[in-house]
């Protein structure tokens, strides 16, 4: 995959709480309670949509999940590859690349309005 287009919404929330509990780091221990508490409160997540999403992620290569136990809670070991190093970054461009095309957008139909204002008024 090359690039974030492919992921769904979950998805990318989830690659976003990842992305922010591993401070640049490439190798951490997460817990799936701070998964949880990283993400949307709105999102309606639960632990089974998040491990699901995290499974998804890891075949698709954003990072390696190896889930173990650690005092008698769910830890996984998060080993991020080149791809969810890089989350961020493509997330932006993204993100930018999005506004950009609602400014244009907006931009043609501010443009359809005035000349089709111009117009009635020649015509009439």
């Not at 989830?14 to 998964?35: D, I, P, Q």
């Not at 890891?58 to 890089?86: C, N, Q």
């Amino acid at each position: 995959m090359n690039g974030i287009e492919g992921l769904t919404r979950r998805e990318s929330q989830v690659m976003r709480a990842v992305y922010t509990l591993s401070s640049g780091k490439e190798r951490f221990l997460v817990t799936l309670y701070e998964l949880i508490c990283a993400l949307p409160k709105r999102g309606g997540f639960d632990e089974g949509k998040v491990e699901s999403a995290l499974s998804a992620l890891a075949l698709d290569g954003y990072f390696s999940l190896i889930p173990t136990e650690r005092k008698g809670e769910r830890t996984y070991v998060v080993h991020m590859h080149e791809a969810g190093l890089a989350f961020a970054r493509l997330d932006l461009r993204r993100r930018r690349s999005l506004r950009v095309r609602l400014l244009i957008t907006v931009l043609c139909g501010a443009l359809s309005a005035t000349v089709g204002i111009i117009l009635k008024s020649i015509f009439s």
